[in-house]
């Protein structure tokens, strides 16, 4: 973690849950305070949770987010939804740029960048994911791809209370792999460090970091240890809450 930097646990429910998983959101935003009390907390739900899902944290330390959300305000748009529709359902956080939505949709740096700006118009903090593919780790293009991504998805005007950047290596999402924890701390080390030539050492220094691929309870001490992991993105472990509250406690 980063001295002075309060970490985040977010998770990213994905294309799971119906209104029967409120219950495990209810033990989860129930539990969140008094397993990290020095860390925010957040789950990302599907837009048609969300509503409820934000009554249902309501005076509790966890919050509640979208998953994407659209460029635009409004408009002729079929089947998306506005930042601006997420913040009325009580989203605080929207993730853009998750690699799944690279991958499902084509979604390129300057879509990436433009949802991250309307997560700002609509007053969210926006997650922007950032990662390399297996086959570009083993090209040895780690490196260069983060550069890219951050480059191009990051707008200007990122601050670090309206920007959250997410490092998922693609490879390790979903699939119980983790880089090794040296690895962790060089990819996290360079996008700090380029974050300050790209945003100024100010915003670079406090914004958070998070880690995000195959996070458990078993590793997340590990992780959540490294110098400048400010916190974790969790997919698979976020749908249960002991899981989830067992990586919180590991943000302290
Ligand atoms: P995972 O997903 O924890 O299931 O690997 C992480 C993510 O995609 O955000």
Known sequence: MTPNIKPLIAGNWKMHGAGGSLEVLKAAAEGFGEAAPAADGVICVPATLLDRASRVVEGTALQTGGQDCHAAEQGA?????????????????VIVGHSERRADHGEGDATVAAKAKAA??????????????????????????????????????????NTVIA?????????????????????????RQHLKTQL????????????????????????????????ALIGGASLKAEDFLGIARAAG
């Open 200 to 231: 100024g050492a100010e915003v670079a220094d406090a914004m958070r970091l998070l880690y995000g691929g195959s996070v458990k309870p078993g590793n997340a001490e590990s992780i959540l240890s490294v110098d400048n992991v400010d916190g």
């Open 77 to 93: 748009h079929t089947g998306d939804v506005s930042a601006e529709m997420l913040a009325d359902a009580g989203a605080a956080y």
């Open 120 to 161: 700002w118009r609509a007053g969210l903090t926006a997650i922007i994911c950032i990662g390399e593919t297996e086959a570009q780790r083993k090209a040895g293009e780690t490196f260069t791809v983060l550069e890219t991504q951050m480059a191009g998805s990051i707008p200007g005007g990122a601050t670090a209370s």
């Open 167 to 191: 490092y998922e290596p693609v490879w390790a999402i979903g699939t119980g792999l983790t880089p090794e924890i040296s690895d962790i701390e060089a990819a996290h080390a360079h996008i």
